[in-house]
T-cell receptor, first 116, second 114 residues
């Protein structure tokens, strides 16, 4: 079946450090890939997405590139802030969009802690 | 525009009991999906409802069930609770029966089974 593997956390960084959170996947079919963020006490929020190979998703300074050859979708940010402290989830979906059948698959999440 | 709301936010039950969780989607959204989040298994898809019909179902036992009402509000029921059912249950809504990029998540209901 489909699966998503994320690096285990917590990842602890100082403010303005460079961030990389690794994500690799296995999927039957051609997936769309997503990064979600969950702040303490809140639900998940879509951070960015990519729907085909070599696409780069970006939002709020975060970036991730869909690498089909390495089945990866690593999350990066050049300079993290304390407010970026949260749990980050990599996810995939194979199948059609509206009206289609799909089962979303999530990684286990990576906790990021940013110190001032 | 109000977001997805879930009630109750916290719940404590004992083994063998049953529980019903409620989710009110964003106004105008017709699809509601449910997820279970645990430290051991991470975030797992339970099921999705669209226009009162179950569209997709994850790999969970029949003790987990749901329904959706004509106003798109959804309830999830877990019968014969087990300790392993302790989790954060998340609800997400979307306009159509769409994918992850169209879903908006609620804050969750924290269920503790003693």
């Amino acid at each position: 079946g489909d699966s998503v593997t994320q690096m285990e956390g917590p990842v602890t960084l100082s403010e303005e450090a460079f961030l990389t959170i690794n994500c690799t996947y296995t999927a039957t079919g051609y997936p769309s890939l997503f990064w979600y963020v969950q702040y303490p006490g809140e639900g998940l929020q879509l951070l960015l997405k990519a729907t085909k190979a070599d696409d780069k998703g970006s939002n709020k300074g975060f970036e991730a590139t869909y690498r089909k050859e390495t089945t990866s979708f690593h999350l990066e940010k050049g300079s993290v802030q304390v407010s970026d402290s949260a749990v980050y989830f990599c996810a995939l979906r194979v199948g059609g969009s509206s009206g289609g059948s799909y089962i979303p698959t999530f990684g286990r999440g990576t906790s990021l802690i940013v110190h001032p | 525009k109000a977001g997805v709301t879930q009630t109750p936010r916290y719940l404590i039950k004992t083994r063998g009991q049953q529980v019903t969780l409620s989710c009110s989607p964003i106004s105008g959204h017709r699809s509601v999906s449910w997820y279970q989040q645990t430290p051991g298994q991470g975030l797992q898809f339970l099921f999705e409802y669209f226009s009162e019909t179950q569209r997709n179902k994850g790999n969970f036992p029949g003790r987990f069930s749901g329904r959706q009402f004509s106003n798109s509000r959804s309830e999830m029921n877990v019968s014969t609770l087990e300790l392993g059912d302790s989790a954060l249950y998340l609800c997400a809504s979307s306009l159509g029966a769409g994918g992850l990029d169209e879903q908006f998540f609620g804050p969750g209901t924290r269920l503790t089974v003693l």
